[in-house]
Structure formats: C-alpha cells, structure tokens
C-alpha cells in the first residue's frame, strides 16, 4: 500500500518528465523499427523471389536475435558511441528478423494462380509487386511490423545504458533508490502500457489491411 | 495501399531531419554525462540549469553511465561536452592508470595537469565534497563507546561483524588487505549488495560497514562516519570535467564552475542525494531546490556552505 501511495506521489510530482522519456521511449523503438522495414521489406520481397538466399538471410536474422541486447549494445557502443542512435540501431538489428521473415513468408503465400492470372493479363513484374503481390502480403508484413515494435519497446528500455534515455532511464534511477519500487513502476508500467497499446493498434491495422477474400480472388 | 506509400515516404522525410525529438545535433548543445549514481545525475542537472540560464547554449544529458571510463570514453571521444562527477581517486587508477596517492591536495593537482596535458579537457573545480570508502558505524555504539575515528574501534574490533560491497574486497591498494596492513582485521567481514549495507548496519544485523561517504542512507540509517586518522583511503573529491573545445565556446561555463567550487559539503550533498534515493524526488528537482535556496550563486561568496 504504501509502494502505491509513493508511486501516486512520484507520478503526479513528476508527469511531465515521466511524459518526456515515454515520448522519447516511442520515437526510439518507432525509429527502429522505420529503419529496419525501410531494409527488410525489400529483402524479404527479395529473397522470396530468389529462394536460394532466403534460408542464409533467415539464418542470419536468428543469430542476430539471439545476441542478448544489452551485449549487443555495448558493442555498438563502441562504434556509434553513446546515445539515442545507439539503442536505435540495436533495436532496428532485433527488427529485421521479424519484419523479413513476415515479407517473405506472405510473399510466398500469395497465391500462385492470381501471379499468373496478372502475368497473363500483360503485367509487368513491378506491376504484379505492387498491385497484386504486396496489398495480397500487406496483412502479414504488418504483422511482423507488429511483432517488431513491441520488441522495439522492450529493446529500448535497456537503452539508458548507454545514455539513450526513455522510460529504462527511470528504472534504472529506481534500482539505485534505497527504496525504489515506485519509481521503478513509474517507469515499468508505461513501458508495458505501450507496448500492449503498439500491439493492439499495429492489430488494428493489420486487420484493416486483410485482402478482401471475396469471389473476385478466387475464381479458380 | 497509395496512401501506406504517401505515409512511409512522410515518415521517411521526416526522418531525414536526424531524428527530430531525440537527439538535438545542433551546435550549440552542449552534451552533460553523468554516472547512474543520484549524485551524478544531480550534479548534472545542476550544471544544466546552470549553463542553460547564464550562455545561449542548450544542453543535454546523458545518464545512467556505467563507470568513470564509460564517462572518460565518452568524452574522448566527443560524444559529452562535459561529465558532472569525477573523483580524482578513481580517475587516478582508471583513466590515468597511475598509482593512488593519498594526498587530496596532490591527487588533485595531479589529474589536474594530466587531464590538460593528455586529454585536452579542464579538471574543473571541485564541488566540495568528497566520494570516498569509509567506514561508519550506527550513531548510538559510536555515541556509547566515545568512538570518532577509526582507530578508536580498534579495541572493539575482534567482535566486530564488518559488512562491506562486493567490490571492494578484492580492491588491490584500498581493499581489505591494504586496510588490514593500515588498521587492524574485523572478527568477521560480509562481502555485500551495496544497497544492503546500510539497511544492514540499521538492523544491527551488522556493527561496522564500508559505506560510500556522500550516500544519502548514511543519514537515513543514523550512521556515522568515521574520520579516516591514518589516511588508508584515497581521496576522491568531485569534480566536473570539460572538454577544452567546449570552454573556448562558451568560457562563461569556467565562471558556473567557479560559482559552484566548494559550494556543496559532503553532509549536503548528503542531504541531496537523502532527496532523490530515500525521499524518491526527481533529480531535476532536487537541483533545482538547491540553486534556487541559494538565488543561482549569483552573489558569488555568499549562500552555500
């Protein structure tokens, strides 16, 4: 009881820097996860048309994502040095895998007589991406985008070790209080407020973007 | 599906203005790191509120830095302008990689010199106050036994149960063997989480502990600490550092430092870091209280202790 008591206190003494770091907590993972869709889309559409890299680049985004974060991080540290574009860079490396695996896998499952029927009807191969291939994929390349985010957000959390700041900086100032559960809640629960709140719109989305399966595409 | 590649291409030029809302690359930010302690991050705000009142600079912190070379590396390599707490006993051994001396005046002039001559950055004044190990004991057996240094708890000692941080035992030079040679063996030694060596001491589950001498919990568990009459611990005086760079821009930033030199005792800085670690306020806000109780130095020599 008393934890609440302090964590109230803590929160309304301090809502407007609890504000400050959430924001710069979401522009981070968002920032991630941009960067890593702006590579991985492609490489996933890529891959899917030549099926021999796609087993080497899977294989390569799963070591990527077995790396602990915060070794990771430390050892970009040393490259990019201290900062935002440190943790954003490490969460856009735990993004690809995700974003990749989901473009390619709904590339491969669109299905192969619509290809044909547009290949047929005289579409080019970037005509056939764009209106036929990628809104029939959109749905689960949203879905990975999804899956990115949320770990975005938890990646971003251990960026106050290297001085990135957000909502990891306020838990990590709980840890060294003598009696710091407040605070660290104070950080913790935003954090997971966001990331089920990412979930949930990204869901949204994604489901607003399910190709209409009506007769039209399916008149085989 | 045109308006998803109008959204994504917006984002992307959005993007393209280096991140805005995270790291604000103008020139004029100056860039404060701190260590992850409550004193650091203090101290930085400090000197934040400070430089953003008195120059037309900006600044920036960087907290929760894991150690004075995470600092020290920082700095070198231009990521910080400025580092708010450094100790002049562990930049000695760690950046300098020298040996420690045990005179404060010494050590001081030392890092003073060598961080101009090797690194190009000012070893600025320092705050006042000291970081040190020291060992302290709860206020009633110190009021009891008429004890004030700590060769006074020689007699005492072979009872003593002595808990101490994980990390120092091991120290080569300040550690428990050094301290042996200096001082005397305690009956027995708990090497400990930090966090629970005060807590410890205040249950009594301790009589003795290796405590960090500007903690905040030193007040909040009625401890006392003892006067180090054999000087077996280096010192470790804080001070800011900044890059030279930065002072050529913006030398009124020598004069803030100035302002702050000898301005906070250890017992005060005490007191801020009670604020932020046992009464849980915001760093900011603690600093903020401290400047403004004292009207921002600005008439120099007064206000302060």
């Given at each position: 009881m008393e934890t609440l008591e302090q964590f109230i206190s803590y929160v309304s003494n301090n809502g407007g820097y609890i504000w400050v770091q959430f924001y710069r907590h979401f522009l981070m993972a968002a920032y991630g996860v941009l960067f890593a869709a702006i590579i991985s889309i492609p490489l996933g559409i890529l891959i899917s048309k030549y099926g021999k890299l796609s087993s080497w680049v899977l294989a390569f985004g799963s070591i990527i994502q077995t790396i602990p974060a915060l070794g990771a991080m430390a050892v970009i540290m040393i490259v990019l040095g201290l900062g935002a574009n440190t943790a954003i860079f490490t969460l856009m490396l735990y993004s690809i895998l995700p974003i990749t695996q989901n473009t390619y896998v709904g590339m491969k499952n669109v299905d192969k007589n619509i290809i044909e029927a547009g290949y047929a009807s005289g579409m080019t191969k970037f005509q056939l991406l764009r209106m036929v291939e990628l809104p029939l994929a959109i749905s689960v390349i949203m879905a990975g985008l999804r899956t990115a985010i949320v770990i975005g957000i938890g990646v971003a959390a251990i960026g106050a070790f290297v001085?990135?700041?957000?909502?990891g900086a306020i838990i990590l100032t709980g840890t060294n209080a003598t009696d710091g559960t407040a605070i660290i809640l104070a950080g913790a629960i935003p954090t997971a407020l966001m990331a089920i709140a990412a979930d949930v719109i990204m869901g949204w989305i994604e489901r607003k973007l399910q190709p209409v399966k009506s007769s039209k595409t399916r008149t085989t | 599906m045109k308006k998803a590649i109008l959204m994504l291409i917006l984002l992307v030029m959005l993007t393209?203005?280096?991140?805005?809302?995270?790291?604000?690359?103008?020139?004029?930010t100056i860039k404060i790191g701190a260590l992850g302690t409550s004193e650091s991050y203090i101290l930085a705000e400090m000197l934040a509120i400070m430089i953003e009142r008195e120059t037309d600079a900006g600044t920036e912190l960087v907290t929760h830095l894991g150690s004075s070379i995470v600092q020290h590396q920082g700095m070198m390599r231009g990521d910080l302008d400025i580092t708010s707490t450094r100790y002049t006993g562990t930049d000695l051994s760690g950046a300098l990689g020298m040996d420690p001396v045990t005179d404060p005046d010494e050590a001081l002039s030392i890092v003073t010199r060598e961080f101009q001559d090797r690194f190009n950055q000012t070893w600025g004044p320092t705050y006042g106050f000291e970081n040190s190990y020291s060992v302290a004991v709860t206020e009633e057996f110190a009021q009891e036994n008429n004890i004030e240094t700590i060769s006074d708890l020689e007699p005492f000692a072979d009872d003593l149960r002595f808990g101490v941080d994980n990390?120092?035992?091991?120290?080569?030079?300040?550690?428990y063997d050094g301290f042996q040679e200096t001082y005397y063996s305690f009956g027995e030694i708990f090497p400990m989480n930090i966090g629970l060596v005060y807590q410890a001491a205040a249950a009594g589950s301790m009589d003795v502990v290796l405590a960090?001498?500007?903690?905040g919990r030193i007040k909040e568990f009625d401890l006392v600490v003892l006067e180090d009459d054999r000087r077996f611990f280096p010192p470790y005086d804080a001070s800011p550092v900044i890059a030279n760079e930065t002072l050529e821009k913006h030398p009124e930033i020598l004069d803030i430092l100035e302002k702050l030199h000898n301005k906070i005792s250890t017992e005060k800085m005490q007191e801020l870091n009670y604020n932020a670690d046992v009464e849980l306020m915001n760093p900011r806000k603690v600093a903020e209280d401290f400047l403004e109780s004292n009207n921002y130095f600005m008439n120099e020599g007064k206000g302060g202790q």
């Open positions: 001085g990135a700041g957000g909502l | 393209g203005c280096s991140l805005p809302g995270l790291s604000s690359t103008t020139k004029d990390a120092w035992v091991n120290r080569k030079g300040d550690g960090y001498s500007s903690d």
